[in-house]
């Protein structure tokens, strides 16, 4: 027994942390690019990193006047945070009280559930049909007068399902009648078109969460961006840490955003290697799921971990299993380039019997 407090909800919260050791292998399995930025720009913005600039405190300012004009929203409007992980924290012990309710669809990043394990607020799960199918009348009746919180992945992880202008306004006007903040979390935006920015910026109680883990391929940097109104956004100031985002991160942001066409050529290249994956593997006769964002999901034909412990163990390939009885049947496999996608297919389909 210890002879110092420590938080009860820290005591009871089980934490399972993502697998260590994964460096010198080939990652398809947590959504990452599996190649990562092109070299020649990784090579350009290590340049500006010099030593003075590693001893200088970071300015996100910079960063932020900037991104706003990318997105079409305003300074007031943004804020950086240490990925978008560190958002999420900070808008669930911000907006929601000790034991009230946190709704979200079920499977969903698991995030969700364990902040509000570590906060002490109580996580609803709406869950998927049999189907995969989503029924958005189900989370709306979930969302009540003790909701503090309600999330909207769009597109979801890792099911992948999106939310329509419709289905996206009925959730926001349940959750302002209820005095709730709605969370639309776009960490796979930039794999698929529709965004709710608009709603974050026209409506006071949601919020947009970014991320520059996925399509921009900064996963080892942590930057995630909160796009709000300027009342959320002041909220999530007094509250952040002063030096939240690191300076190289904010650096490799303000360069990618501003690098002529680099954006539209990471879209391009992944699509190429999903629309790849997909025909390969429909040809072979598995079951496919376009999951909307940087992943697929894969019906295999023999125990789905026995397959993902084969080419671990054989080719140094990591891919996501689940533990969900609804996915239990399937593999998560991030998608990358043309060449990436060739390089997995061969490699599992000589593991998958």
């Not at 947590?30 to 010099?50: A, Q, R």
């Not at 006769?285 to 163990?313: F, W």
């Amino acid at each position: 027994m210890e002879r110092y407090y420590v938080d009860p909800y820290i005591k009871k919260c089980k934490r399972i942390f993502p697998e260590q050791g994964r460096y010198g292998y080939y990652r398809y399995d947590m959504n990452e690019n599996p190649e990562g930025l092109p070299e020649d720009f990784v090579k350009s913005v290590l340049k500006e990193i010099t030593p003075e600039f590693l001893a200088t405190y970071p300015e996100p300012d910079i960063f932020l006047n900037k991104y706003a004009a990318f997105i079409g929203a305003g300074y007031e409007n943004v804020l950086a945070t240490n990925g978008s992980d560190m958002a999420i924290r900070y808008m669930l012990e911000i907006f929601c009280r000790k034991g009230k309710k946190v709704v979200t669809a079920s499977p969903s990043f698991e995030m969700y559930k364990v902040n509000c394990s570590i906060l002490g607020l109580e996580h609803v799960p709406v869950s998927y049909e049999l189907d995969l199918s989503f029924d958005v009348g189900k989370l709306v009746n979930a969302i009540d007068h003790d909701t503090d919180i309600v999330v909207l992945l769009n597109p979801n992880n890792p099911v992948g399902t999106a939310y329509t202008e419709e289905e996206a306004d009925i959730v926001i006007k349940k959750a302002e009648d209820n005095g709730a903040v709605v969370i639309i979390d776009e960490a796979y935006h930039y794999f698929y078109e529709r965004t709710f920015i608009r709603k974050a910026l026209e409506y006071d109680n949601v919020a947009v969460l970014r991320t520059f883990s996925k399509l921009f391929s900064l996963a080892a940097c942590r930057l995630g961006v909160v796009i709000s109104s300027k009342n959320i956004i002041n909220s999530i100031k007094n509250s952040k840490l002063t030096f939240d985002a690191n300076a190289i991160a904010l650096k490799f942001a303000e360069r990618i955003i501003e690098e002529p066409g680099l954006v539209e050529r990471l879209i391009e290249v992944e699509k190429q290697g999903k629309e790849y994956i997909m025909d390969f593997l429909l040809e072979k006769g598995y079951e496919v799921m376009d999951c909307l964002g940087n992943y697929i999901l894969i019906k295999t034909h023999g125990s789905p971990q026995e397959v993902a412990d084969r080419l671990k163990e054989k080719e140094k390939i990591l891919v996501k299993t689940f533990g969900n009885p609804l996915l239990s049947g399937y593999i998560r496999v991030s998608v990358g380039s043309e060449k990436a996608m060739e390089f997995f297919a061969g490699k599992f389909l000589e593991a998958d019997y």
